[in-house]
Structures are given as structure tokens and as C-alpha cells.
């Protein structure tokens, strides 16, 4: 990617005085690069980069000013795959959302309840349900599950198709944050068998991915995920078709519910058959990396979205927590 490409892939990402840091440096390298006298100085130039006066210097200096910042200006193998698998996640992960809500709003939107955005914050809550005096009542996050355990029948005995895994520590996560602050925690998950999402994020256009691809190999770049998160948006807003194709699979996708308690008591029922980690000697240096999972059935360990939606609006949400909390869902 040249100088001037990266520019103009920014210029659409962002509003030309609003790129995030530490981009305004290539805007100066560019004015640098076509020969023009640059009007900003190193120090509010580093401070508009957030980077050292020393670091602008260098980058300004380097004869590939791309190469100064990202190290090179084509993205490594391992990176530009990390980006595609890093995009892919966040384009499943938003469209998930986003029909979550859709479905909310149509299928079980109340006056006792109001939904309530938390995905800015990053947690493990991407929504909080709150009750009519602004209380919040319910925690949710959201899964998605693409990629199948294809040995799930032989290790855990469940159908591939119908295996969720779910990582251990999650779950206790949650149960520790709904005694805590007394409120249930709930697990949204939907299945769409076969869609990855190393395969959906190298369906996106290639001059973002090639960006994304720079940004994960840069050196000490400050927050990555707002670039990530700024492509996911772009391509939303212009109705890429890549990203329509995914929102529409997981629209027909099958949707689920499961509560922190439930996944609890299952786990301490079924330990030693659904979680396959604890069965395995030595699992932690055969398998670098990978965490604990608890594997659910979908079909019979979850609840299915739209009974609890149904039963969200037509018998109220005291009922619905009492079923929650029991662990019943």
C-alpha cells in the first residue's frame, strides 16, 4: 500500500481533522513526500500523533514514512492473518448485535423494559436490561458459533452442529458478577453452522484488510481495536455486500438463551463428560493457548430466543428471573 493510498483509505474511515492517533503524522509525511513545506510543528504534530518528538522525527526522516510507522509497508503473512481472523470476529460479533436488538425491539420490547448498550465499555456486558425506574434487571452477552468441534461426538458426545463450547472461566466470570450485584446473567448465543470467521473477514475489501494488516504488525500503536472498530462501521455504512451476506445468515441463524446458573449446574453436573480439557493428561502443553471449555447441548441445554422473548413480554420479567435464577434456562 502507498502513502498516498493509506490516505485516501483514511479519508473515508475518518473525517479529515478526526483521525485517530497516530495517523496525523502521515498526513505530514504526505504534504513531506509531494514536496510541500510542512505548517505543523514536531511538538504539536506529537502531540496531535501522541507519539515522542523523537518518534515523529524518525518517521518524518525515514525515506518510506509507512515503513516508519508499520515497519514495512506490505503487512507480514501472520499479521494480515491475524487481521482477517480479528475482522472476521468483529464483523459477526456486530451483526450478531445488531439483530439481537432488531429481535428485542420487535419480539419482546415493553414498557417495564428498556434495553440498554454497553458495548462501549468492552466487558463481558455488551447489553443491560433496566426495569421502568431506570434498575437494571438482566446482564447479557453475546456468542456466536461458526466453527464447528468436528470431534465433538467422539470426545464430548454431542453432534457437531449441536455443540457450544463455553469457556470455563466465563462462566464462572459471570456467576461471581450475578451474585455479586444480584442481577442474572444471560448468555444470548446463535448458530450458524459453517460460517467462520477467518472466512468472512477475508471476504472484505483488500485495501482494509491490508490496513488492519499494518496496524495489528505496528509497534507500540495505541488502540488498535478503534481502527478495527472504525472498518466494521465503514463497511456497515456502505452496505458492503460482504458484510449484508453475514447479517442476513445470522438473521436465520438459530438463536438461543442460557443463564449463568444454568451453565453452572451443568457444568458441575456434566464436568468429566463435557469438558473434554479435564480428560486429557498433559492438555495444557499439548494444547498452547487454548482455554477450558464446558461443551452445551443447544438443543437440549438452551433455551431457544424466542420462548424466552415470548415469555419476556406476555408473563413479565419477575417470572422470567425466577426461571433464570433456578437455573431452568
Known sequence: MTLEKLVELLNRLYPESQWPKPFPVLKEALRKVQGFVGDTSIPQLARESGLTKLRVQ????????MA????????????????????????VGHCAERIFVERYKREAATNELALHDQRQGRTDTDYRLHNGKGRPVYRINIKFVGSQFRRAKELVGL???????????????????????????????????????????????EDMLELLGLVAQAQKFPR?????????????SVRDQGYIDVLNRIEHGNWYVLSARRADNLLHEKLFERVYAL??????????????????????????????LHDLRERGYPVVTTLLERGDW
Open 224 to 236: 488498535k481495536r478503534d481502527v478495527q472498530d472504525s472498518v466494521v462501521e465503514y463497511l456497515e
Open 58 to 65: 524518525e518517521i518524518l526522516s525515514n525515506v518510506n514514512p
Open 279 to 308: 480428560s486429557v493428561r498433559g492438555f495444557a502443553s499439548h494444547f498452547r493457548g487454548a482455554e477450558v471449555d464446558m461443551h452445551f447441548s443447544l438443543s437440549k441445554d438452551l433455551t431457544p430466543l424466542d420462548k424466552y
Open 68 to 91: 516508519g510507522l508499520f515497519g514495512s509497508q506490505t503487512p507480514a503473512e501472520k499479521f494480515a492473518k491475524s487481521a482477517r481472523q480479528m475482522l472476521g470476529n468483529l464483523i
Open 159 to 205: 453432534e457437531p452442529a449441536d455443540c457450544f463450547a463455553l469457556a470455563t472461566y466465563k462462566i464462572r466470570a459471570a456467576l461471581e458478577k450475578q451474585t455479586e450485584e444480584k442481577l442474572p446473567f444471560l448468555f444470548i448465543v446463535v448458530s450458524v453452522p459453517g460460517l467462520s470467521a477467518e472466512e468472512v473477514g477475508g471476504k472484505a475489501p
